[in-house]
């Protein structure tokens, strides 16, 4: 199995220039590039993919996003289609934003239950228009954990691979699981540890004869010591009076791997 050149999810950036900024900053090469959507939100939480145009071909005409509404453009899904310049197979990547606690748990929920089944919706859509075999992955802060319903119940989402593999329906992979069984979180609020970053993978990713090769094991939390202490505690928190500017993300990033065959 080949391992596959990275592709990155952001969420809650100020702008492109940032992104381009990072882009810069993290890359000893000039070939990546930036898919960026600036949304209606006026606080600043533009979500993007950030790829390496030597091995993909992003195709603009079959980009999409979504903006959850309350009472003004909260969060958004966005989906955007990578073509692999060697073998002519796509990746389609649905970026995700849900709306947060905020307000409370329970009283937030609804908003991730409407968001959870617009996902769902474009899951099937994308199967009814690619096949039932294309290779999604589903990426971003939920601001629900992989057990919560808005994840199991609405956009579809399971542990269990089988299931993934053989349904009629848009059923998606949730790759978190086993992580969340050692006790491993990418957030931490008043102590608690909790999965609010996860990734989703569809049948064409799930089943073992497909194009993608899919290693389980490869799944993570990326862990810098720099970022946390001993309870994983993260100090930047945009939102308060006067916010660390001097410290990390308040959620770790994920990584998976996925091998073409």
Not at 71 to 95: D, F
Not at 153 to 160: F, G, I, W
Not at 221 to 249: A, C, H, W
């Amino acid at each position: 199995m080949v391992e596959m050149d990275q592709i990155f999810y952001v969420c809650e950036v100020e702008n492109a220039h940032v992104l381009n900024q990072l882009i810069a900053a993290v890359s000893c090469r000039s070939a990546y590039k930036l898919i960026h959507h600036d949304m209606k939100d006026q606080r600043g939480i533009d979500v993007a993919f950030i790829y390496d145009r030597e091995k993909y071909t992003f195709v603009e005409s079959e980009f999409f996003h979504h903006s959850v509404i309350k009472r003004y453009p909260t969060r958004e899904i966005v989906q955007a289609t990578l073509k692999m310049r060697t073998t002519g197979m796509e990746l389609i990547l649905v970026g995700n934003h849900w709306p947060s606690r905020s307000a409370g748990q329970f009283e937030s929920e609804p908003y991730r239950i409407i968001t959870g089944e617009t996902l769902s919706y474009f899951v099937q859509r994308i199967q009814e228009v690619k096949g039932k075999g294309a290779a999604i992955i589903v990426m971003g802060d939920f601001n629900d954990e992989p057990h919560s319903r808005s994840l199991t119940n609405y956009a579809l989402s399971t542990m269990n691979r089988d299931k993934v593999v053989y349904a009629r329906n848009p059923v998606l992979y949730n790759l978190m699981w086993n992580l969340l069984g050692e006790r491993m979180g990418s957030y931490v609020y008043s102590g608690v540890s909790m999965m609010l970053d996860q990734f989703l993978v569809s049948k064409g990713i799930a089943k073992k004869s497909g194009a993608f090769g899919l290693d389980e094991k490869e799944v993570k939390v990326e862990i810098f010591p720099e970022m946390v202490s001993g309870r994983y505690d993260t100090p930047i928190r945009f939102g308060q009076s006067k916010p660390n500017l001097e410290g990390f993300s308040d959620h770790l990033p994920i990584s998976f791997v996925l091998g073409e065959r």
